[in-house]
């Protein structure tokens, strides 16, 4: 790992809701991110440090994560406990439309691990901004899933290789990719 994981490095939940269970997404891959996150927050928790949730609330009616759905709600594994601040959004950015940075900078956090949903979207989104933002990003490759994909040409792209080719677009441009275990063995 490139920086070690310092005692205020927060951990960053982004948008871990249940409507993303919603048969609509289509077919996901990492069946296991959900526990992964699950032992990331019982890490951070344990040794007292920042654990930070982001809530999709899609201003769409029709979403599976529009505030007036059951699915804007967190899972189970992920539900914010104690003083542990939401921040609630409406685009893909968890640092945009919120007071995310202005918060992260106030408590003198610089480094951020980031977990969630999804992959392409809201968590890659929030990885390119935090870096560009001169944050230190571990995003975590097993704590982290997507859906298959359409391209503008009609082919098919699975979850996997939506996935993947998103991480190393990431990886060493704005964040370090890392596993679960590795941070936590790092941590």
């Known amino acids: ?7 205020n490095t927060a951990l960053l939940i982004i948008d871990v809701q249940q409507g993303f269970d919603n048969p609509v997404w289509g077919q ?3 069946s296991n ?3 992964n996150i699950a032992r990331l927050i019982s890490t951070w928790r344990k040794k007292n440090r920042p654990v930070i949730h982001v809530q999709h609330c899609s201003v769409e009616p029709n979403s599976p994560l529009h505030p007036d759905s059951p699915g804007v709600e967190f899972k189970p594994e ?3 406990i104690g ?10 950015s968890a640092f945009i439309g ?3 940075e202005k918060y992260l900078r106030k408590q003198g956090i610089e480094n951020l691990v980031i977990v969630g949903l999804t992959t392409d979207h809201c968590v890659s989104t929030s990885a390119r901004m935090a870096g560009n933002l001169g944050f230190n990003v571990w995003l975590v490759s097993d704590a982290t899933a997507t859906f298959g994909k359409t391209g503008p040409d009609g082919k098919e792209y699975s979850a996997d290789e939506v996935h993947a080719v998103n991480l190393a677009s990431l990886h060493d441009e704005f964040c370090q990719v890392v596993t679960t275990k ?3 063995d790092n941590a």
């Open 83 to 92: 003083v542990e601040p939401i921040f609630q959004k409406t685009v893909n």
């Open 33 to 35: 991110a959900e526990e």
């Open 28 to 30: 996901r891959n990492n």
């Open 78 to 80: 992920a539900i914010p």
């Open 182 to 184: 590795n941070l936590i």
């Open 1 to 7: 790992m490139e920086h070690p994981i310092s005692a």
């Open 98 to 100: 919120t007071n995310l």
